[in-house]
Nanobody
Framework: QVQLVESGGGVVQPGGSLRLSCATS????????MAWYRQAPGKGRELVAR???????YYPDSRMGRFIISRDLATKTVFLDLNSLEPVDTAVYYCHVRDTSIWGQGTQVTVST
């Protein structure tokens, strides 16, 4: 059974940081690209970062320059470091196995004073 379990979300003040984790099971982790998406209230889901099976990282635009995607092949976990957080980063963050319909349940990130 394939599972993606996200963790690490929470409430943080502007300028703060969080590390999101996505623990996977039931897939050949090293054979897939993994991605993080987010969905803010009233908006569509958008790509935040992606890492392919060779470890190449992709960020769709400069707004994501504060974020870093990484992975641990040994634990089959993908991470997203969120730095210098702003209120506009408030969203539910989802882990995704690229080119599949596999998504995690999401973890809420709220940036607020």
């Amino acid at each position: 059974q394939v599972q993606l379990v996200e963790s690490g979300g929470g409430v943080v003040q502007p300028g703060g940081s969080l590390r999101l984790s996505c623990a996977t099971s039931g897939i050949s982790f090293e054979d897939y690209a993994m991605a993080w998406y987010r969905q803010a209230p009233g908006k569509g889901r958008e790509l935040v970062a992606r890492i392919n099976k060779f470890g190449y990282k992709y960020y769709p635009d400069s707004r994501m320059g504060r974020f870093i995607i990484s992975r641990d092949l040994a634990t089959k976990t993908v991470f997203l470091d969120l730095n210098s957080l702003e209120p506009v980063d408030t969203a539910v963050y989802y882990c995704h196995v690229r080119d599949t319909s596999i998504w995690g349940q999401g973890t809420q990130v709220t940036v607020s004073t």
